[in-house]
């Protein structure tokens, strides 16, 4: 299949603004692997930002790794050269799609670690409502391993407090509001969760709110993630060190997001 038949069409835009997450079947097929290479490139060589989970139950460990699309060419590769961009730019309803960040994420078998219930945003120095994420597996992931986003989230007007994976803030002090008990809540919400193949990606809103269960299948799910804002892009001061942190960016709050750091890779 061709990259042209591989852009979604104007019904994927409409879905994905209203749900804040659709899944996208087969978009990235010609990328798998390729992205497996880089993931393994990475894993043994991992960056300063390696920020792996390490379970107390001594289950099997949860791999993260930010940022390394600049040294890692598989993903350069990805970056500059796949469809992602133009993907993105029509689901933003944006005339760009400026690259923001990449994320690895790679749950081994058996794992225990859940990835709590969360929106990106806040952990990020940018706001805007044109965003997305591409949550690429590179391996068979079954329905109740993978990710599972809340439709509708991204329209609830709030931002909720990030967390660090060891229950405490990221930030010292903010005046995000924090996330609601969503379990509790799980029957009067729209879950939305899919059986993936390799190829298929779930592009989300970094306002949606998301999380996964621990892998407890008998295979490893090693995830490339590709994270992109539109026109209305601006940088945000937080109250803290951002995750990814970007320190030296010269920006003040509310500039545009218009830095080399991230470019644009699709204008129409």
């Known amino acids: 299949m061709g990259t042209e038949q591989k852009v979604p069409q104007t019904d994927d835009a409409e879905r994905y603004r209203q749900d804040g997450a659709i899944v996208l079947r087969g978009v990235f097929d010609d990328w798998v692997e390729p992205l497996r290479a880089g993931v393994d490139a990475l894993m043994a060589n991992p960056s300063p930002l390696e920020r792996t989970v390490r379970p107390a139950d001594g289950s099997a460990p949860f791999f993260q790794d930010l940022c390394n699309w ?33 994320h690895v994420l790679v749950k081994q078998p058996g794992g225990s670690t859940v990835t709590p219930w969360h929106q990106d945003q806040p952990y990020y120095c940018v706001e805007g409502r044109q965003s997305v994420s591409f949550w690429i597996p590179l391996d068979p992931v079954p329905r109740d391993v993978v990710m599972e986003c809340i439709k509708g989230s991204h329209t609830w007007g709030k931002g909720f407090r990030p967390m660090r994976f060891d229950g405490t803030r990221l930030y010292a002090n903010d005046d995000f509001e924090v996330m609601p008990d969503i379990e509790a809540m799980r029957p009067t919400l729209d879950v939305a969760g899919w059986d993936m193949q390799p190829g298929d990606a779930i592009a989300f809103n970094f306002r949606t709110v998301h999380g ?7 295979r490893a799910r090693r995830v490339f993630s590709a994270r992109w804002v ?39």
Do not use: C
Request: net charge negative; charged share 25%; no cysteine.
């Open 70 to 102: 600049q040294r890692i060419p598989e993903f350069e590769a990805f970056v500059w050269k796949s469809p992602a961009a133009e993907i993105a730019a029509r689901l933003m309803g944006s005339r760009t799609a400026r690259f923001f960040h990449d």
């Open 212 to 218: 996964a269960p621990g892998n407890q299948s008998p």
């Open 230 to 268: 539109g026109d209305d892009a601006v940088f945000a001061k937080r109250a803290g060190r951002t995750s990814p942190p970007f320190p030296d960016l010269g920006l003040q709050d509310g500039d545009p997001l218009d830095t080399p750091l991230f470019p644009v890779v699709y204008r129409s």
